[in-house]
Protein backbone atom coordinates (compact mmCIF):
# COMPACT_ATOMS: atom_id res chain seq x y z
CA UNK A 1 0.00 0.00 0.00
CA UNK A 2 0.97 3.49 -0.76
CA UNK A 3 1.99 5.63 1.81
CA UNK A 4 2.45 9.37 2.09
CA UNK A 5 4.77 11.81 4.05
CA UNK A 6 5.10 15.25 3.88
CA UNK A 7 7.85 17.58 5.44
CA UNK A 8 9.04 21.20 5.03
CA UNK A 9 6.41 23.02 6.76
CA UNK A 10 7.23 25.57 9.25
CA UNK A 11 7.16 29.13 10.46
CA UNK A 12 7.56 32.21 7.93
CA UNK A 13 7.36 35.81 7.39
CA UNK A 14 4.53 37.21 5.08
CA UNK A 15 6.71 37.42 2.16
CA UNK A 16 8.60 34.31 3.02
CA UNK A 17 8.96 30.87 0.76
CA UNK A 18 8.73 27.00 1.79
CA UNK A 19 8.75 24.02 0.08
CA UNK A 20 7.20 20.84 0.74
CA UNK A 21 8.00 17.89 0.33
CA UNK A 22 5.87 14.50 0.03
CA UNK A 23 7.68 11.55 -0.16
CA UNK A 24 5.99 7.75 -0.87
CA UNK A 25 6.80 4.64 -0.13
CA UNK A 26 5.43 1.10 -0.92
CA UNK A 27 4.84 1.59 -4.62
CA UNK A 28 5.93 3.44 -7.47
CA UNK A 29 5.12 6.96 -6.86
CA UNK A 30 4.85 7.38 -11.01
CA UNK A 31 1.51 5.40 -11.38
CA UNK A 32 -0.21 8.09 -9.44
CA UNK A 33 -1.59 11.43 -9.63
CA UNK A 34 -0.87 13.55 -6.92
CA UNK A 35 -2.44 16.50 -5.25
CA UNK A 36 -1.67 19.00 -2.59
CA UNK A 37 -4.96 20.32 -0.35
CA UNK A 38 -4.65 23.10 2.63
CA UNK A 39 -7.08 22.94 5.58
CA UNK A 40 -7.09 26.59 7.62
CA UNK A 41 -8.68 26.49 10.93
CA UNK A 42 -12.58 27.19 10.94
CA UNK A 43 -12.12 26.45 6.86
CA UNK A 44 -13.09 23.73 4.64
CA UNK A 45 -10.45 22.41 2.84
CA UNK A 46 -9.34 23.29 -0.35
CA UNK A 47 -7.16 21.66 -3.55
CA UNK A 48 -4.17 23.52 -4.09
CA UNK A 49 -2.52 21.99 -6.73
CA UNK A 50 -1.87 18.55 -8.74
CA UNK A 51 0.38 16.94 -10.93
CA UNK A 52 -0.27 13.96 -13.14
CA UNK A 53 1.21 10.85 -12.88
CA UNK A 54 3.43 11.54 -15.87
CA UNK A 55 4.24 14.86 -15.12
CA UNK A 56 2.46 16.33 -17.93
CA UNK A 57 -0.19 18.15 -16.42
CA UNK A 58 -0.50 20.20 -13.46
CA UNK A 59 -3.50 22.38 -11.86
CA UNK A 60 -3.59 25.36 -9.70
CA UNK A 61 -6.05 27.47 -7.16
CA UNK A 62 -6.14 30.76 -8.53
CA UNK A 63 -4.90 31.39 -5.49
CA UNK A 64 -1.60 29.31 -5.53
CA UNK A 65 -1.06 30.74 -9.07
CA UNK A 66 2.05 32.56 -10.37
CA UNK A 67 2.97 31.89 -6.74
CA UNK A 68 3.30 28.08 -5.68
CA UNK A 69 4.64 25.30 -8.33
CA UNK A 70 4.26 21.76 -7.91
CA UNK A 71 6.74 19.51 -9.35
CA UNK A 72 7.75 15.63 -8.92
CA UNK A 73 10.60 13.04 -8.77
CA UNK A 74 9.22 9.97 -9.74
CA UNK A 75 12.93 8.25 -9.27
CA UNK A 76 13.13 9.76 -5.67
CA UNK A 77 9.07 8.93 -5.33
CA UNK A 78 8.84 12.30 -4.25
CA UNK A 79 6.29 15.10 -5.65
CA UNK A 80 7.58 19.20 -4.37
CA UNK A 81 5.21 22.36 -3.87
CA UNK A 82 7.46 25.37 -3.57
CA UNK A 83 5.53 28.07 -1.94
CA UNK A 84 6.88 31.93 -2.75
CA UNK A 85 5.50 35.10 -1.52
CA UNK A 86 3.46 33.00 1.39
CA UNK A 87 0.83 35.17 2.77
CA UNK A 88 -0.60 35.12 6.48
CA UNK A 89 -4.36 33.28 4.64
CA UNK A 90 -2.39 30.43 3.48
CA UNK A 91 -1.40 29.31 6.97
CA UNK A 92 -2.73 25.62 7.21
CA UNK A 93 -2.45 21.79 7.43
CA UNK A 94 -0.74 21.05 3.96
CA UNK A 95 -1.65 17.84 2.65
CA UNK A 96 -0.26 15.40 -0.36
CA UNK A 97 -2.60 12.75 -1.59
CA UNK A 98 -1.89 10.52 -4.66
CA UNK A 99 -4.75 8.71 -6.77
CA UNK A 100 -4.99 6.93 -9.99
CA UNK A 101 -6.33 8.44 -13.23
CA UNK A 102 -6.16 6.98 -16.59
CA UNK A 103 -5.38 9.99 -17.99
CA UNK A 104 -1.42 10.02 -17.69
CA UNK A 105 -1.42 13.83 -18.64
CA UNK A 106 -4.25 14.48 -16.27
CA UNK A 107 -5.00 15.59 -12.31
CA UNK A 108 -8.11 17.29 -10.98
CA UNK A 109 -7.49 19.43 -8.45
CA UNK A 110 -11.50 20.16 -6.78
CA UNK A 111 -11.66 19.48 -2.95
CA UNK A 112 -15.15 18.37 -3.51
CA UNK A 113 -14.40 15.20 -5.56
CA UNK A 114 -10.48 14.64 -3.87
CA UNK A 115 -12.17 11.97 -1.32
CA UNK A 116 -13.12 9.62 -4.38
CA UNK A 117 -10.35 10.40 -6.59
CA UNK A 118 -7.34 10.25 -4.16
CA UNK A 119 -6.99 7.42 -2.22
CA UNK A 120 -3.71 7.74 -0.12
CA UNK A 121 -3.14 10.81 2.05
CA UNK A 122 -0.75 11.86 4.26
CA UNK A 123 -0.72 13.11 7.50
CA UNK A 124 -0.26 16.72 6.95
CA UNK A 125 2.62 19.61 7.46
CA UNK A 126 2.15 22.81 9.31
CA UNK A 127 2.70 26.28 7.44
CA UNK A 128 2.26 29.28 9.47
CA UNK A 129 2.53 32.31 7.31
CA UNK A 130 3.04 35.17 10.33
CA UNK A 131 4.98 38.38 11.32
Known amino acids: QLQLVESGGGLVQPGGFLRLSCVAS????????VGWFRQAPGKEREGVSC????????NYADFAKGRFTISRDNDKNTVYLQMNSLKPEDTAVYYC????????????????????????WGQGTQVTVSS
Open 51 to 58: VSSSGGGT
Open 26 to 33: GYPLDYYS
Open 97 to 120: AAGYFRLKNFCSNYDESADNEYEF
